[in-house]
T-cell receptor
Framework: KAGVTQTPRYLIKTRGQQVTLSCSPI?????VSWYQQTPGQGLQFLFE???????NKGNFPGRFSGRQFSNSRSEMNVSTLELGDSALYLC???????????????FGQGTRLTVV | AQTVTQSQPEMSVQEAETVTLSCTYD???????LFWYKQPPSRQMILVIR??????QNATENRFSVNFQKAAKSFSLKISDSQLGDAAMYFC????????????????FGTGTLLAVQP
């Protein structure tokens, strides 16, 4: 079955612009999480969505936002881009059913964002 | 807040030999999950092995096994019979069972260990 799909794979933006990244989870997965990976800060949790509701949020400024659609696809948006937003953005999806918490996170290949 | 520490930024192992990657964590929770993820140059994170904190038995997946010491809050990964394809960045990760009374899939990662495999 198809894995987690992130689009686009690479993106170059200018400071001050905004960007939208997309994540399509594995079919049937309702939980989607986003992470930012940089050489300096490592992997940091951005937010988590489940059934169109934000369930958890990391310590990022309000310029970072996200949403999840009824088909579980998720988007994250970064407004007023800064040079420090250059990073690999990873999306992960998980299957949750009937309160079962024993779920594995499957990651996409990421979107490499470069802000110039 | 939970934290995960990987004190070995880089490790090297000869092909066919055994290597152990270290991970310690800090938490006040009694139930949680621990994971080792592998990130090759392709950047896709791949789950290597998972350990539930309530299970005393150490998890094993083929050539990969863990040494889970709950009291010491230690979770090391042993790779036996190392292969060239094992070369990658390895991340230790922690996941709470719940967050604010609800489920969560949020992962807290360590800083990673870059493993090189010498032929």
């Amino acid at each position: 079955k198809a894995g987690v799909t992130q689009t686009p794979r690479y993106l170059i933006k200018t400071r001050g612009q905004q960007v939208t990244l997309s994540c399509s989870p594995i079919s049937g997965h309702r939980s989607v999480s986003w992470y930012q990976q940089t050489p300096g800060q490592g992997l940091q949790f951005l937010f988590e969505y489940f059934s169109e509701t934000q369930r958890n949020k990391g310590n990022f400024p309000g310029r970072f936002s996200g949403r999840q659609f009824s088909n579980s696809r998720s988007e994250m948006n970064v407004s007023t881009l800064e040079l420090g937003d250059s990073a690999l953005y990873l999306c992960a999806s998980s299957l949750e059913r009937g309160g079962a918490y024993n779920t594995e996170a499957f990651f996409g290949q990421g979107t490499r964002l470069t802000v110039v | 807040a939970q934290t995960v520490t990987q004190s070995q930024p880089e490790m090297s192992v000869q092909e066919a030999e055994t290597v152990t990657l270290s991970c310690t964590y800090d938490t006040s929770e009694s139930d949680y999950y621990l994971f080792w993820y592998k990130q090759p140059p392709s950047r896709q994170m791949i789950l290597v092995i998972r350990q539930e904190a309530y299970k005393q038995q150490n998890a094993t997946e083929n050539r990969f096994s863990v040494n889970f010491q709950k009291a010491a809050k230690s979770f090391s990964l042993k790779i036996s019979d190392s292969q060239l394809g094992d070369a990658a960045m390895y991340f230790c990760a922690y996941r709470s069972l719940t967050s604010y009374g609800g489920a969560t899939n949020k992962l807290i990662f360590g800083t990673g260990t870059l493993l090189a495999v010498q032929p």
